[in-house]
C-alpha cells in the first residue's frame, strides 16, 4: 500500500481467472488484485511476489488509509481497498474478487 495504490496477493484461492492479457513479461496472473489512485480495481499480471515479503500483520476491521487509498481486512469479506475519491475499488478472497 502506498498513497499511490494498492495491491494484494493471495496464496490459495478457488475463483475462476479469466484468460490472461499475456503482456510481456507477465508470468503470474490471477493471485494479485491492484487499485491505482484514479483508476479501477483490476486483476494484475506480475513477476514478482508480495507474500515473500515481509509486512506488518493487519488486524481484521481496523481501516488503514494511506493518500486516498483506504484498505480493510474482514475474516467474512476477506481484503477491501477502495480509492476514497473516485469509489473504485477491489475486493478479494478465497471464494471471489470483485473490481470496479
Known sequence: MSPTGAACDIR???YLVPPEPNPIGCQLYGDRLQLDAG???SLACHADSLLAQPL???AYDRPVSLGQITC???EQAG???RDT???HFFRLS???YDVA
Do not use: L
Request: glycine residues 10%.
Open 12 to 14: 490459495t484461492y478457488h
Open 39 to 41: 483508476g479501477p480495481g
Open 56 to 58: 506488518r500483520t493487519q
Open 72 to 74: 480493510e481486512i474482514s
Open 79 to 81: 481484503v477491501t481497498c
Open 85 to 87: 475519491v473516485t469509489s
Open 94 to 96: 478465497q471464494q471471489s
